[in-house]
């Protein structure tokens, strides 16, 4: 039982598909254990069940569906993982480094600059995009290969924000 003001341990979604915890993840292997937990827990293998036996169910199936959800995306796989090794990395408690806030405005700032401008944007994008991979392979090494939490929970800040950047430039496109 927690006591108050101890957070609940973490659910382990890795476990509930039977996988072994890791950063990279062959997403084939997530799928079909998903699909497979999806089979025996979907709502719709209850129908004439007890509604106790449906809300469980429900509940079942919603989380199952988190945890797809969670562990496909690698900023939010590696934010679990994360949880797991009992490392917050919330962004209300993290202090970016002047250097990663330097960063951002750049960030911004060419964004800006790129806004109407179609081949400026596509340029924009490959930049993110090969940024992004490339702190993406860094996660890897840090959470599969090393084990080093922390400097992976800064690192997962900083993919964080290049996701709100990648939602900027996908609305700059649109306003294209």
């Not at 039982?1 to 341990?9: E, I, Q, R, S």
């Not at 969670?70 to 934010?79: C, Y």
């Given at each position: 039982?927690?006591?108050?003001?101890?957070?609940?341990?973490?659910?382990n979604?890795?476990?509930?598909?039977?996988?072994?915890?890791?950063?990279?993840?062959?997403?084939?292997?997530?799928?079909?254990?998903?699909?497979?937990?999806?089979?025996?827990?979907?709502?719709?293998?209850?129908?004439?069940?007890a509604?106790?036996?449906?809300?469980?169910?429900?509940?079942?199936?919603?989380l199952?569906?988190?945890a797809?959800?969670?562990?496909?995306?690698?900023?939010?796989?590696?934010?679990?993982l994360?949880?797991?090794?009992?490392?917050?990395?919330?962004?209300?408690?993290?202090?970016?480094?002047?250097?990663?806030?330097?960063?951002?405005?750049e960030?911004?700032?060419?964004?800006?600059?790129?806004?109407?401008?179609?081949?400026a944007?596509?340029?924009?994008?490959?930049?993110?995009?090969?940024?992004?991979?490339?702190?993406?392979?860094?996660?890897?090494?840090?959470?599969?290969?090393?084990?080093?939490?922390?400097?992976?929970?800064?690192?997962?800040?900083?993919?964080?924000?290049?996701?709100?950047?990648?939602?900027?430039?996908?609305?700059?496109?649109?306003?294209?």
């Open positions: 039982m927690n006591t108050v003001g101890t957070p609940a341990p973490a659910t979604y890795y476990a509930l598909f039977g996988i072994e915890p890791a950063f990279v993840l062959d997403i084939q292997v997530l799928e079909r254990a998903f699909r497979a937990l999806q089979r025996m827990v979907h709502p719709d293998q209850f129908v004439g069940a509604a106790s036996a449906q809300r469980l169910a429900l509940a079942e199936a919603s199952a569906n988190e797809y959800r969670t562990l496909k995306s690698p900023v939010e796989r590696a934010r679990h994360l949880r797991l090794n009992h490392i917050d990395c919330d962004l209300d408690s993290a202090r970016p480094s002047p250097a990663f806030l330097m960063r951002q405005m960030y911004h700032e060419a964004l800006a600059a790129a806004a109407g401008n179609a081949q944007l596509a340029d924009f994008e490959d930049e993110l995009a090969e940024s992004t991979a490339d702190m993406v392979a860094e996660l890897a090494r840090l959470l599969d290969e090393q084990r080093s939490y922390a400097e992976a929970a800064a690192l997962v800040l900083h993919l964080q924000f290049f996701e709100r950047l990648r939602v900027q430039l996908d609305a700059a496109f649109d306003r294209l």
